[in-house]
């Protein structure tokens, strides 16, 4: 029906029969199809023998469309409709962009093809359940995933892995309901051939990596979910690594392995990812992680230290743009270096420790919420110690609400923590420390900057800035309010204070970790004593005391403990957070607290290992006979007996071999009184 018109008509009609068939083979549909129907029509007004040429060149070359289609595939819109799923088959319409703003749906890799693994990623902030993911082939039928996953809070996440795809096209729908399915979000992906050529990721010319992709609120929601399931550990399982990136390497868990189709991340590659940091830089390496895989800016402050109470003063910036690297051929060599070089030599405590009104800051305040409080923020303590939120755990009939986060440490161990006053220790008498968000990076004119705190405002989609944090004047405002937050409804205090003894447990636990670090250290050194700082300075020094001595950690540990020791006064004080007979009196609720409380600690165990490798066994309980002892435990000069306090002439202390030099052992005595009043100096004073 296409040959007796004239020939413009008849490129209209080759260009309808070219859509046709993108629908039925390639599987676009919408809003691509109308954009190529206006613009080829608009451009066809002309008769020029060239725009023919080059139409009909087009036509040819569009065959290849599936192993060239555009990074943005995998950062789809959702559904504008919310009609019910009633069968594969009455969803291989367009996907057309709607209301549910932030439900999307994330393909990995950007580019897939049939011989490598694929995962999709839907990401939502949908509470009601059931919320379920489906993808259907061209014929609409369902493609059985290898493997399926749910996991976070707020956000959430679904995920389907499949080991290999049949070449061809996909559609992919996020919906909520059981009975009447309500589409949340969807998109269309088209698996290559295995003999598809899809390019890997190559270096620049410059920089460390192209920005390809900007920070929106959808992509933060992608990176909360990332951080999620990293980390993800179940509820009282010990788990840690050393040094970070070994969870990196575990597929599993890393939701961006291999993302960039040069085999990063395989344990067995040479070169692969290292990511290796102490405090300060964890939340760092795992932001930048996330913005070289998926192409987007980053940016860091390069900062003086100030202190608590005034914060940093920030004065430039490094980014992804940064040329000192562009010698490096390798992509992952360059992210190395730039990691290793740039952002380790430049980061430090005071980054974090920010004024909360300043724009010159990696971090901003935000306002104490469930749904900003989430995996992704950072936990900022007056000293500098930094902690990255990974999960949360929702209140429920048989488990209590709880917050996670890991921090690193300078003998590169990398530690699992609940929240609780000695973790995330909370000075209200300072306004720089408290939960933050990563300022979103810009790309704009060739620079890579941060939003300021204006261009955080309500209409941005970002949490906003909040000087909520900075107002508490009261010590446990703080904690009660987040307490709230994670248990909105009245908790039994019993089931708390089961809670507080169990992380003591795990801070003993990692601290035999770090205190067995220490002395394979100085057997490695022949039992050389290594130089003591002076001061202040042995809360933040570099390196043999930075790495294996302990005395910020024995601090936290000591915090831990006075809080587990004064939870029955604290409970009888604040009955307004716990579920408790309302006839019974507070003085019997406060014995069968403190009951409880000591025969926890005498039946709770953990053990250390000696001078000579046995195993010693401790109860929890001995920590709290041995308090004031353990204000002095610090210095890895000493023997592991001495740093647990082993009582002179015990059994337990007849393996230790070394003491530390006498003049250290008074410099800690005058130090002690930091640790009796359980108050960290500031050390950038």
């Known amino acids: 029906m296409c040959y007796n018109v004239s020939m413009r008509r008849r490129l209209r009609c080759a260009l309808i029969c070219c859509m046709n068939i993108l629908r039925r083979s390639h599987g676009w549909t919408g809003t691509r199809l109308t954009c190529l129907w206006q613009s080829g029509g608009t451009w066809l007004r002309g008769n020029a023998p060239l725009k023919i040429i080059l139409f009909a060149f087009f036509l040819a070359t569009i065959r290849d469309v599936q192993g060239n289609e555009a990074a943005d595939m995998s950062l789809t819109m959702p559904l504008e409709d919310d009609r019910g799923v009633q069968s594969g088959r009455d969803h291989l319409m367009g996907c057309r962009e709607g209301a549910q703003a932030h439900s999307w749906i994330h393909v990995l890799p950007d580019r897939p093809r049939s011989d490598i693994p694929l995962r999709i990623v839907a990401v939502t902030r949908e509470q009601a359940d059931p919320i379920g993911l489906l993808i259907l082939d061209r014929n609409g039928e369902i493609a059985q995933a290898t493997r399926t996953e749910a996991w976070g809070y707020i956000p959430r996440a679904l995920g389907a892995f499949y080991k290999g795809l049949p070449a061809g096209p996909y559609r992919v729908l996020l919906y909520q309901g059981a009975a009447e399915r309500r589409i949340l979000a969807c998109t269309d992906l088209m698996v290559s051939p295995a003999n598809t050529n899809i390019p890997a990721a190559k270096t620049p010319i410059t920089g460390i990596w192209q920005v390809r992709r900007e920070w929106t609120p959808n992509m933060e929601d992608l990176f909360s979910v990332f951080v999620a399931k990293l980390f993800y550990v179940r509820p009282g399982v010990k788990k840690g690594w050393r040094p970070l990136h070994q969870a990196f390497q575990d597929p599993r868990r890393n939701i961006l392995y291999g993302a960039l189709g040069i085999n990063e991340d395989s344990r067995d590659q040479t070169p692969r990812v290292i990511l290796s940091p102490d405090c300060a830089d964890a939340p760092y390496h795992v932001r930048a992680y996330f913005a070289w895989k998926m192409g987007l800016p980053f940016v860091f402050n390069l900062c003086k230290r100030g202190n608590a109470k005034t914060g940093a003063t920030c004065f430039d910036t490094r980014s992804n743009l940064e040329d000192r690297f562009d010698a490096l051929a390798h992509p992952v060599d360059r992210f190395n270096e730039f990691i290793r070089k740039s952002l380790n030599w430049k980061v430090h405590a005071g980054n974090p420790r920010t004024a909360p009104e300043a724009d010159a800051s990696d971090f901003y305040p935000i306002v104490l919420s469930r749904e900003t409080i989430r995996p992704g923020v950072v936990f900022v303590d007056a000293g500098g110690h930094v902690l990255l939120v990974t999960q949360w755990q929702p209140q429920s009939k048989s488990a209590i609400g709880a917050l996670y ?242 009582p002179p002439g015990s059994e337990e202390r007849q393996t230790c071999k070394r003491r530390a030099p006498a003049d250290q052992r008074k410099q800690m005595l005058a130090a002690r009184h930091w640790f009796e009043n359980r108050r960290r100096p500031d050390v950038s004073q």
């Open 405 to 646: 986060g890991i921090d690193a440490h300078p003998d590169r161990t990398v530690t699992h923590k609940p929240f609780s006053k000695g973790t995330f220790v909370f000075n209200h008498r300072v306004p720089t420390d408290g939960f933050k968000a990563f300022r979103p990076a810009v790309y704009s004119q060739g620079e890579v900057r941060y939003r300021t705190n204006t261009e955080l405002g309500p209409s941005s989609g970002f949490p906003r800035t909040s000087d909520e944090q900075s107002r508490i004047s009261a010590p446990g405002q703080f904690y009660n309010r987040v307490y709230q937050l994670l248990n909105p409804l009245p908790v039994d205090p019993r089931q708390v204070l089961r809670s507080k003894i169990e992380v003591l447990r795990q801070t003993m636990v990692e601290r035999a970790t770090a205190v067995s670090l220490g002395e394979e250290h100085m057997q490695r050194k022949r039992g050389i004593p290594m130089a003591m700082p002076k001061g202040m300075a042995i809360f933040q020094t570099t390196g043999p005391w930075e790495d294996y001595s302990t005395p910020a950690r024995d601090m936290r540990s000591l915090l831990v403990l006075d809080d587990i020791m004064a939870f029955p006064k604290h409970a009888i004080q604040n009955l307004d957070l716990y579920a408790v007979d309302p006839g019974m009196h507070k003085s019997k609720l406060k014995n069968e607290l403190e009951a409880l409380r000591d025969q926890s600690l005498l039946s709770t165990t953990f053990q250390y290992t000696r001078s000579d490798g046995s195993q010693w066994t401790l109860r929890l309980y001995d920590i709290v006979s041995r308090k004031k002892a353990l204000e002095v435990a610090y210095n890895p000069n000493d023997c592991p007996e001495i740093r647990w306090a082993a």
